[in-house]
């Protein structure tokens, strides 16, 4: 029972250019979703995150975008950079959860000077 | 450094064979977490500690698996009898401090099984 869903494996971009990474989720008791980034021989590094009382959260580069009635979320990054090059995870947990996270399968987001 | 430490990094075993893995949480971070991840896949919640308590095991965690955070400080996980399919990076996270619902886990660099 996947209830983060990350449906693109890959995504590859041209330097300067926007990235985004979509993530879907199925558990409507979620109300707290963050993005994780990771490169390889690292453990996963938090980047952003948003609460279901908003649509969006921006800081720098990043934003998460967060439709509740779609159940859908997703991260923009403008402009993009090679060390954006990464593993991108999306995880979300609930108030009650214990702050465990359940996470995504991750999208590997390759940009390209 | 004063991030989440997990060691060894890496372990190549022989199946049927114990192995212990052991996390140095922040030292101000009360909960500590297990997490396995496979090949492109994201990270499947283990286990989680608060202080010495273990609060909650996933049925991930099969009889094999133990772990142990004694004094609230570091903690152990134990695989024993290893099979092949264990082989996984086995990553620790423990909690930022926030507000309710705006936890953020820090985790480690892994520790990452072979099972030959």
Redesign the interface.
């Known amino acids: 029972d996947q209830q983060?869903k990350?449906n693109s494996?890959s995504l590859s971009v041209q330097e300067g250019r926007i990235s985004i990474l979509n993530c879907d989720y199925t558990n409507s008791m979620f109300?707290?979703f963050?993005w994780?980034k990771k490169y390889p021989?690292?453990?996963?590094?938090?980047l952003i995150?948003i609460?279901s009382i908003k649509d969006k959260n921006e800081d720098g580069r990043f934003t998460v975008f967060l439709n509740k009635s779609a159940k859908h979320l997703s991260l923009h990054i403008v402009p993009s950079q090679p060390g954006d090059s990464a593993v991108y995870?999306c995880?979300a947990?609930?108030?009650t959860s214990?702050?465990?996270?359940?996470?995504?399968?991750?999208t590997q987001l390759t940009v390209n000077p | 450094d004063t991030g989440v430490s997990q060691n060894p990094r890496h372990k190549i075993t022989k199946r049927g064979q114990n192995v212990t893995f052991r996390c140095d949480p922040i030292s101000e971070h009360n909960r500590l977490y297990w997490y396995r991840q496979t090949l492109g896949q994201g990270p499947e919640f283990l286990t989680y500690f608060q202080n010495e308590a273990q609060l909650e095991k996933s049925r991930l965690l099969s009889d094999r698996f133990s772990a142990e955070r004694p004094k609230g400080s570091f903690s152990t996980l134990e695989i024993q009898r290893t099979e092949q399919g264990d082989s996984a990076m086995y990553l620790c996270a423990s909690l930022t401090p926030g507000d309710p619902g705006a936890n953020v886990l820090t985790f480690g660099a892994g520790s990452r099984l072979t099972v030959l």
């Open positions: 983060v990350q494996p109300d707290y963050l994780y021989a690292e453990g996963p590094t938090f995150s609460s995870f995880a947990n609930w108030g214990g702050s465990r996270l359940t996470f995504g399968e991750g």
